[in-house]
């Protein structure tokens, strides 16, 4: 049995997925009922759980041969991460108790990052899980190209997409989610001892330049990108009702100044196969 946390989500769906084709028997972990149905449909086992509860958690937990684990995102938290640390704590007490077969871990390129920002919560994860017994595989994806479904409606009707990556032209690692969870499945199936590093990007790195080239190639239309002004970021999150940007921000600064990437630029990292062109235009298709 594989349990599969954020089944609900692109990431976590794409993992069941994938061990769903490869026959694989899996206990879909949700937080309620209706959503748990169209996993139920597929044969899935459903746990219905809150991710604040231990106990419930460990009882999904138990038994199984391996665990797809995630934090849900978080994108405006609290100084000093308290929803995230809580959450942490609830997963580390839960996969102690239960002692799956072994665990894939979803953390992010940055998460070693020392450097306050954003990320730090998934390398709050990567700590609290570093000493586990069980074996553990932290898996490091770069940023996900469907950030960019935020432009999909601007792209097409005004021809423009804002960018707070910059320089425009400047390539950064950047990864597809299907490639994400089909990674992590296929992690869930390999065997491994100890603690290992996985990182993850797409076979060539993405420019913001780029993104405005595939929203043109697939809307037929021609599209540029247009960087926002650092200054203006705090009062634009603020006013989209963020308490504390600070971290987002930080976060942005790092992969633009290049403090956020892997050690030795993506040398090391498994590639993904999906291609930006198909994920833009994936995405010009949701947002029509």
Same mark, same amino acid.
């Given at each position: 049995m594989y349990v599969v946390t954020g089944i609900t989500g692109k990431v976590g769906g794409s993992v069941a997925r994938t061990l769903l084709d490869?026959?694989?028997?899996?206990?879909?972990v949700v937080r309620?009922?209706?959503k748990g149905q169209p996993w139920a449909a597929? !044969?899935?086992?459903?746990?219905?759980? $809150?991710? $604040?509860?231990?106990?419930?958690?460990? &009882?999904?937990?138990? !038994? %199984?041969? #391996?665990?797809? %684990?995630?934090?849900?995102?978080?994108?405006?938290?609290?100084? #000093?991460?308290?929803? %995230? &640390?809580?959450?942490?704590a609830t997963l580390r007490s839960a996969l102690e108790a239960a002692a799956p077969g072994k665990v894939v871990a979803l953390s992010t390129v940055g998460a $070693?990052?020392?450097?306050?920002?954003?990320?730090?919560?998934? !390398? +709050?994860?990567?700590?609290?899980?570093?000493?586990? &017994?069980?074996? @553990?595989?932290?898996?490091?994806?770069?940023?996900?190209?469907?950030?960019?479904?935020?432009?999909?409606?601007?792209?097409?009707?005004?021809?423009?997409?804002?960018?707070?990556?910059q320089p425009l032209d400047r390539r950064v690692p950047m990864i597809a989610?299907?490639? @994400? #969870?089909?990674?992590? !499945?296929?992690?869930?199936q390999e065997t491994w001892r100890g603690h290992r590093v996985v990182e993850l990007e797409a076979a060539s790195r993405v420019s913001p330049d780029d993104i405005a080239a595939a929203f043109a190639k697939a809307l037929g239309r021609a599209v540029r990108a247009e960087a926002v002004p650092p200054e203006t970021w705090e009062g634009i999150f603020r006013r989209a009702g963020m308490k504390n940007p600070a971290p987002r921000i930080q976060m942005i600064n790092g992969f633009n100044e290049g403090w956020i990437d892997y050690p030795d630029r993506g040398a090391s990292a498994r590639k993904g196969r999906?291609?930006?062109?198909?994920?833009?235009?994936? +995405?010009?298709?949701?947002?029509?």
């Open positions: 490869a026959g694989l028997p899996i206990r879909a309620n009922e209706a597929r !044969g899935c086992e459903v746990a219905i759980v $809150d991710l $604040d509860d231990a106990g419930p958690l460990t &009882k999904a937990f138990s !038994g %199984a041969e #391996g665990v797809f %684990a995630m934090l849900p995102p978080l994108f405006d938290p609290s100084p #000093g991460f308290p929803e %995230a &640390k809580a959450m942490i $070693d990052a020392p450097q306050p920002n954003l990320l730090n919560q998934l !390398g +709050l994860f990567e700590q609290a899980l570093a000493n586990l &017994k069980t074996p @553990v595989t932290f898996l490091r994806p770069a940023w996900f190209m469907e950030n960019a479904a935020m432009d999909a409606a601007a792209a097409r009707d005004q021809g423009v997409i804002q960018s707070y990556l989610t299907e490639d @994400v #969870g089909r990674t992590a !499945g296929e992690l869930l999906v291609a930006l062109d198909a994920v833009i235009s994936k +995405l010009t298709v949701e947002a029509s």
